[in-house]
Nanobody
Framework: QVQLVESGGGLVQAGGSLRLSCAAS????????MGWFRQAPGKEREFVAG????????SYADSVKGRFTISRDNAKNTVSLQMNSLKPEDTAVYYC????????????????WGQGTQVTVSS
């Protein structure tokens, strides 16, 4: 199993940047494909970005392509999400998630989740 803890959320103005981090403990993080999801009030949780076990493949939701970048450092057991050109519609609780084997954009495929970190983008 792996335990996940997110950090780096906060309040930022539209057009600004934030960097989220996810620290993994327990089983080595290279055993897991990792994803970032978000959930806004009254909405379903949605896929934001994902990275394969060794970082060779990434995937992004269309709404964040070109603005967000996911990366991982297996030596440090961390996964990061660099968010640039933030928009008010990016406001949500952001969750880090892990799964064995391949990358997926489906939240139901991820058994391991962090507690979430709030990102608020003001207009």
């Amino acid at each position: 199993q792996v335990q996940l803890v997110e950090s780096g959320g906060g309040l930022v103005q539209a057009g600004g940047s934030l960097r989220l981090s996810c620290a993994a403990s327990g089983r080595t993080s290279s055993s897991y494909a990792m994803g970032w999801f978000r959930q806004a009030p009254g909405k379903e949780r949605e896929f934001v970005a994902g990275v394969s076990r060794y970082g060779g493949s990434t995937s992004y939701a269309d709404s964040v392509k070109g603005r967000f970048t996911i990366s991982r450092d297996n030596a440090k057991n961390t996964v990061s999400l660099q968010m640039n050109s933030l928009k008010p519609e990016d406001t949500a609780v952001y969750y880090c998630a892990g799964k064995m084997y391949g990358l997926s954009g489906r939240s139901a495929d991820y058994p391991y989740w962090g507690q979430g970190t709030q990102v608020t983008v003001s207009s």
